[in-house]
C-alpha cells in the first residue's frame, strides 16, 4: 500500500470533467491508472513478495543493502485508486517507457507546458468582455428615452413611444416632455476588440487579414508585410520542430524497437536513425512562391538558373495538374538531338568559314608582299636599263670625224646629268618600298 500511496501522491490531476453528452454509469467500470517509470526497489519487491515467493527467496540470497537501494523500471496498473492489478519490471529491449508526450510550448517545471487554447485563454476572455460591454451600451445608447415631469401627467396615462401616438398632457408638451439621450457609445471599445482579437491569433497562429495589419488592402508596403510573414512562418517552424523533436521522433524510434523486438525475422535489429521530412505550410508556401516570383523579375531567361526558378514556383503551388506541367518543363529542358546535331554542324559551318577567312587574308598578305619585293628589284634594275638605253642612243646616229666626236661628248654628259637625277628618284622609291615592307 506504500507504494499505491506514492503513486497516488505523485498524480495530483484527478478531477477530470464528465462529458456531458453521455450517460455517466458507475456500475461496472474500474478506473485504471497506468504508471511508467522508475519505482524504488524495495517498494518494488514488497510489492511482487506475493506474486512469487520463488523469486523472493532468490533475492533474499543477495546482499540485503543492494536489494533495498536503487530504483527499477517498473510499469504498474492500479485499479479505482486503491488495488493493484499488475506490477512488472520493464520488459522493453531499450528500457524505455511506451508513452509519448508532447507540449505545443515548452515551460519550465510544467510537463505538458503550454497548449494552443490556455495561450489564447485570457485574451480571448477579455475580448469577451469588451464585446459583452458594447452591447450593454447599445441596450442604452441606442434606444430612444424621454424625460417627462410625472406631476402634469394625466392620471394613470402609460407613456409609449410608437408611430402615430398621441401623447396627452396637462400643459405644454415642449415644457413636460423631453428626448433624453443616455450618452454616446465609446469608440474606444471597437478599437480594444480589434486588438484584442489579433492577441488572440498571435496567440493560437490563426492569422488572417487581422494578424498581418494592412497586408490585405496595400496599406503596408512589401517589407513590412515580408517581416510580419517572416515572424509568423518562424512561429509555425518553432512548432513543428518542437512537433518533431518531442513527438513525432520518439513515436517513430519506439516503434522500430518494438517491431525489432518482437519480430526481429522481419524487422531486422539495427541502429536507425530517422529524419522526418514535412512540407510547408500555406502561408510559409505563398510566401516562398512571392520571394521566387521576385528573383524570376531579377534573372533574365537566358539565365541557366531562370528554368530552376520556373519549376520551383510549380513545385510550391497547389495546382491539379502539377506533376504534368513538371514533367512537361524537364522534357522542355532536357536536349533534343537533332536541335544538337544541327547546332553541331552550324558550329563546324563558322569555324570553317573562319578558316577560309583566314587562309585569304593570308593570301592576300603573301600576295602584297611579293609585289612589294617585285617593285624592290625592279626600282633596282632600272637605273642599269637606263644606262643601256642611254649607251645605245649615244652610239646610234654617229659618224667618223671630229665633229661627232664632240657630239657624242655632249651626249654623254647629257646622260650622266639624267643618270644621277634618276639614281635620286630611284633611291627615293626604294627607300619607300622598304618602309612600307617594315610597316607590313
Known amino acids: 500500500m506504500s507504494l499505491l500511496r506514492e503513486i497516488e501522491d505523485a498524480d495530483t490531476d484527478t478531477d477530470l470533467e464528465a462529458d456531458k453528452e453521455l450517460t455517466a454509469y458507475d ?42 537501494t536503487g530504483f527499477v523500471e517498473a ?33 519550465p517545471s510544467r510537463f505538458w507546458g503550454r497548449g494552443i487554447c490556455e495561450k489564447g485563454y485570457n485574451s480571448q476572455k477579455a475580448l469577451d468582455a469588451e464585446l459583452r460591454a458594447r452591447i450593454d451600451a447599445l441596450a442604452l445608447t441606442v434606444h430612444p428615452m424621454m424625460a417627462m415631469d410625472a406631476s402634469r401627467m394625466p392620471r394613470g396615462a402609460k407613456l409609449e413611444i410608437r408611430p402615430g401616438k398621441t401623447i396627452l398632457t396637462n400643459g405644454n408638451p415642449a415644457e413636460i416632455l423631453q428626448p433624453f439621450k443616455f450618452g ?79 519480430d526481429p525475422d522481419n524487422y531486422p535489429v539495427a541502429d536507425y536513425k530517422f529524419v522526418p521530412s514535412s512540407s510547408l505550410g500555406v502561408i510559409a508556401r505563398e510566401y516562398e512562391v512571392g520571394q521566387l516570383v521576385q528573383l524570376l523579375q531579377t534573372v533574365g531567361q537566358d539565365n541557366p538558373v531562370y528554368p530552376m526558378l520556373i519549376s520551383a514556383v510549380v513545385d510550391n503551388m ?66 642599269e636599263v637606263v644606262k643601256a638605253k642611254m649607251a645605245a642612243a649615244l652610239s646610234t646616229n654617229l659618224q667618223e670625224g671630229n665633229a661627232d666626236d664632240s ?34
Open 75 to 107: 510499469i504498474i496498473v492500479i485499479a479505482n485508486g486503491g488495488t493493484l492489478l499488475k506490477i512488472e519490471e520493464n520488459p522493453y529491449m531499450m528500457q524505455d517507457r511506451p508513452v509519448v508526450a508532447f507540449p505545443w510550448d515548452v515551460v
Open 184 to 262: 454616446q457609445l465609446d469608440q474606444v471599445t471597437f478599437a480594444q476588440a480589434g486588438e484584442l482579437q489579433k492577441m488572440v491569433q498571435m496567440a493560437t497562429g490563426a492569422v488572417d487579414a487581422a494578424g498581418i495589419p494592412g497586408s490585405i488592402n496595400g496599406e503596408a508596403a512589401a517589407g513590412a508585410v515580408s517581416m510580419s510573414l517572416g515572424a509568423i512562418i518562424k512561429r509555425h517552424k518553432r512548432t513543428l520542430i518542437n512537433f518533431q523533436e518531442s513527438f513525432l521522433i520518439p513515436m517513430i524510434e519506439k516503434t522500430a524497437w518494438r517491431y525489432m523486438q518482437f
Open 407 to 440: 657630239e657624242f661628248a655632249k651626249r654623254a654628259k647629257i646622260a650622266e646629268l639624267m643618270l644621277k637625277e634618276r639614281d635620286i628618284v630611284s633611291n627615293e622609291r626604294i627607300a619607300t618600298l622598304q618602309m612600307m615592307n617594315k610597316k607590313a
Open 318 to 383: 497547389g495546382l491539379s495538374n502539377r506533376e504534368e506541367l513538371i514533367a512537361q518543363m524537364q522534357q522542355a529542358a532536357q536536349p533534343n538531338p537533332e536541335a544538337q546535331q544541327m547546332q553541331q554542324m552550324q558550329m563546324q559551318m563558322q569555324m570553317q568559314t573562319a578558316q577560309l577567312q583566314l587562309q585569304l587574308l593570308e593570301a592576300q598578305v603573301a600576295e602584297t608582299q611579293a609585289k612589294a619585293q617585285k617593285y624592290a628589284i625592279e626600282a633596282q634594275l632600272e637605273p
Open 27 to 68: 456500475d461496472d467500470k474500474v478506473r485504471l491508472t497506468r504508471y511508467y517509470g522508475l519505482v524504488p526497489k524495495h517498494l518494488f519487491v514488497d510489492a511482487t513478495t506475493e506474486e512469487d515467493e520463488d523469486e523472493m527467496s532468490d533475492l533474499e540470497e543477495k546482499d540485503d543493502s543492494e536489494a533495498e
